[in-house]
């Protein structure tokens, strides 16, 4: 298995305050994420972990959808929030320093969802994650690189690695053991 998937793969610990590192999302693989998601004008997306924005920026200027970005990291945030400014987003987009990982949260009401998880925290958001899409037949998500393991997957594409989920998707056999033991271990 090629472990130079990600920036800090061999690290054992997360950078300061994060739960998972900042990896830039290609043009083409945020095309795709927004593609599989079927998004319209219609919805409203998050980005869960959006890093500098661009999946949800290119989503908001693509389908005309709104728009949300969290992430725990506040230097993120920030040069998100000039990025929407300067492409004149404001009235279409949100980003906001916050932890998907406390228990209240709620993925702001949103129908669309995507993240780019190690599997570690896939594993701790999966009831979280599947109660959501369950609780509302409009919502669907996209896990990026690592699918949610023994949950099979509506749709998916190989080529990008994109694991899409929605209220049909059914608990079976998928994924690997050895995706439980990837690095980075945070």
Request: net charge negative.
């Amino acid at each position: 298995m090629d472990n130079d998937w990600m920036p800090y793969a061999n690290e054992p610990e997360p950078p300061q305050g994060q739960l998972i590192p900042f990896i830039t999302s290609p043009p083409q693989l945020c095309e795709e994420v927004i593609k599989l998601l079927g998004v319209t004008e219609k919805d409203k997306i998050i980005d869960v972990g959006c890093g500098d924005g661009r999946i949800v920026i290119s989503a908001v200027e693509s389908t005309h959808c709104k728009g949300v970005g969290i992430d725990i990291n506040q230097d993120l945030i920030n040069g998100c929030i000039k990025e929407m400014n300067e492409k004149n987003l404001n009235n279409s987009l949100h980003f906001q320093v916050d932890d998907f990982s406390r228990p209240d949260f709620d993925f702001y009401q949103c129908d669309c969802v995507c993240f780019y998880f190690v599997p570690r925290i896939i594993k701790m958001m999966k009831p979280k994650i599947l109660e959501y899409l369950r609780a509302d037949h409009s919502r669907r998500c996209v896990s990026i690189r690592f699918p949610i393991k023994n949950i099979i997957p509506t749709k998916v594409n190989e080529a990008m690695k994109l694991y899409y989920y929605d209220w049909q998707s059914k608990e079976g056999k998928y994924g690997t053991n050895e995706d439980d033991c990837l690095l980075p271990a945070f």
